[in-house]
Antibody, heavy 121, light 107 residues
Framework: EVQLVESGGGLIQPGGSLRLSCAAS????????MTWVRQVPGKGLEWVSR????????TYADSVKGRFTISRDNAKNTLYLQMNSLRAEDTAVYYC??????????????WGQGSLVTVSS | DIQMTQSPSSLSASVGDRVTITCRAS??????LDWFQQKPGKAPRLLIY???SLQSGVPSRFSGSGSGTDFTLTISSLQPEDFATYFCQQTYSLPPYTFGQGTKLEI
């Protein structure tokens, strides 16, 4: 069974940094592209970032480019999102996602339970 | 960026009703369109991928259709557990892979 478990969220002051982790299990992590999606509570969904299988190709939404860094450790079956220079508008639940198929670089078909990040003074 | 326009934004219906939700893309996305269901406090759940393929374990009352710019999600006979918010997402070509704004389905 595919499992994605996020951790690392919490309350952080504007301008601060936070690193989210996503522990993956139930599949061969190193063969799938991975994606982060976020959702302001009670609002819509926003695609944030994706990373290829070996971590050499990364893509970001304009809203986080230059501030967030996606990475992965295939030996630890873990996906990361390093978030710097956090702003109030980054407040959201952050989801780790995976596509159904290994060849799909864009799908968000399996979702973790989410990790809430609150940026506030 | 490709814009996804979902309609309606909210919908009231009754158990047993047939319901259709639409999603329109600002440019052709072939069939790179997924549908999700989300209940309060939960992560989205995949219903339909590739515009019309039913995800394993999803009841057959859910169906998807469309290609190019216009897509529909149909629930043939609403059940009490179907009252939720529904989102579409396009995954055509390069990111960002944008979502529709959601349709809240209420009793």
């Amino acid at each position: 069974e595919v499992q994605l478990v996020e951790s690392g969220g919490g309350l952080i002051q504007p301008g601060g940094s936070l690193r989210l982790s996503c522990a993956a299990s139930g599949f061969t992590f190193s063969t799938y592209w991975m994606t982060w999606v976020r959702q302001v509570p009670g609002k819509g969904l926003e695609w944030v970032s994706r990373i290829n299988t070996d971590g050499t190709t990364t893509t970001y939404a304009d809203s986080v480019k230059g501030r967030f860094t996606i990475s992965r450790d295939n030996a630890k079956n873990t996906l990361y999102l390093q978030m710097n220079s956090l702003r109030a508008e980054d407040t959201a639940v952050y989801y780790c996602t995976r596509a159904l198929f290994y060849y799909d670089s864009g799908g968000s078909h399996y979702w973790g339970q989410g990790s809430l990040v609150t940026v506030s003074s | 960026d490709i814009q996804m326009t979902q309609s309606p934004s909210s919908l009231s219906a009754s158990v047993g009703d047939r319901v259709t939700i639409t999603c329109r893309a600002s440019q052709s996305i072939s069939t790179f369109l997924d549908w999700f269901q989300q209940k309060p406090g939960k992560a989205p759940r995949l219903l339909i991928y590739g515009a019309s393929s039913l995800q394993s374990g999803v009841p057959s009352r859910f169906s998807g259709s469309g290609s190019g710019t216009d897509f529909t999600l149909t629930i043939s006979s609403l059940q009490p557990e179907d009252f939720a918010t529904y989102f579409c997402q396009q995954t055509y070509s390069l990111p960002p892979y944008t979502f529709g704004q959601g349709t809240k389905l209420e009793i």
